[in-house]
């Protein structure tokens, strides 16, 4: 390890690569066989518990424990970026803010027009609609966390290109892991629990969510690592089942919204909503929102959910138990 002249003891070192970074926060992890055991074809499978507990806000939700059933979180960046920034706040104006927060209410909006989620609310399982918006791309106020050490460690040696929509391997530089630093994070009320939701992509990458504050970044403790081809493909090949990343399923949940993120549209259904939840005038939303010039104001939702949606839903919708097993290779 070298001296990356920066923080105190772990912080301090430069680890030889992701496996290492990760043997230093959890030194039994099972990941770390695909270095330590490197074998062609190798299947290497990790048991993992999803509990049900009650949420701080009284909610039923399903939380996937780690194999010391200690939820720890973590986050993993290709690079470092300094401070944690939520990417609602990465150099948008206030207005540019509110439509992304308008977006997220829209999406919202939608989503408790299906029957399932319906069902979920009314039986008081948690729907984290802020959590769900953030995991499928919408900007919001959150940081992604997971309770996956995997997961993170795929995020800090992927990076992603926006012009093939995909993720890939970063060859060299210097990457970042990080575990949030609290013990007892289901405890802490700026943590999204969001685990088991009726989508796959929380469900396989462990999520849960962190808003973000002035404060957030020196809540982390870092360890940064060397990125390494080899080692950084043999850990993405993992993720990988028939040539697909399952950390990224084929979703119709996935689909909609990204129509709503890139939409020119908003609806007074998700304005009244956001005024309502946020004490302020409907009439000054809108007059913000028209003052840009870029967006249509309509009377209806941007996009209802209709039968083939729900039928995709369903056939989509994760068998998560109480117990899962997940195969890395």
């Known amino acids: ?49 999803y509990n049900v507990i009650t949420l701080l806000d009284g909610k039923t939700g399903a939380i996937p424990f780690g194999h010391n059933f200690i939820t720890l979180l973590y986050r993993g960046e290709y690079r470092d970026y300094g401070e944690c920034i939520a990417n609602i706040y990465r150099g948008d104006n206030a207005k540019d803010i509110l439509l992304n927060k308008l977006k997220i209410k829209e999406l919202e909006c939608i989503l ?19 959590a769900i918006a953030e995991h499928y791309e919408l900007k919001t106020n959150l940081i992604d966390l997971t309770s996956d050490v995997g997961v993170a460690a795929f995020f800090a040696t992927n990076r992603y290109n926006k012009d093939k929509e995909e993720y890939e391997i970063v060859k060299d530089g210097i990457g970042v892991l990080k575990r949030y630093n609290d013990s007892f994070p289901l405890l802490n009320p700026n943590i999204h629990a969001e685990g088991a939701q009726r989508f796959q992509r929380p469900i396989e990458q462990h999520a849960f969510g962190l808003e973000a504050n002035e404060d957030t970044d020196s809540q982390f403790v870092k360890l940064f690592f060397k990125q390494n081809e080899k080692l950084n493909t043999i850990l993405a090949n993992a993720f990988s089942v028939n040539g697909k990343n399952i950390l990224f399923p084929k979703e119709r949940i996935a689909e909609i919204a990204k129509e709503v993120r890139d939409s020119n549209k908003i609806s007074e259904i998700a304005i009244r909503a956001y005024a309502s939840e946020n004490n302020c005038e409907v009439e000054d939303i809108i007059k913000e929102i028209k003052s840009r010039g870029d967006i249509e104001i309509v009377e209806d939702l941007t996009y209802k959910i209709n039968e083939n949606d729900v039928e995709r839903f369903k056939e989509e919708e994760p068998k998560v138990g109480y117990s899962s097993r997940l195969m890395y290779l």
Do not use: Q
Request: hydrophobic fraction near 30%.
């Open 1 to 49: 390890m070298e001296n990356y002249g920066k923080g105190e003891d772990m912080e301090n070192n430069i680890y030889e690569d992701i496996f290492e970074a990760i043997r230093e926060f959890e030194p039994n992890n099972p990941l770390l066989k695909l270095k330590d055991e490197i074998s062609e074809g190798k299947i290497l499978i990790r048991d993992t518990s």
């Open 112 to 130: 408790r027009t299906y029957d399932r989620i319906k069902m979920d609310i009314e039986e008081n399982v948690n729907v984290d609609f802020l």
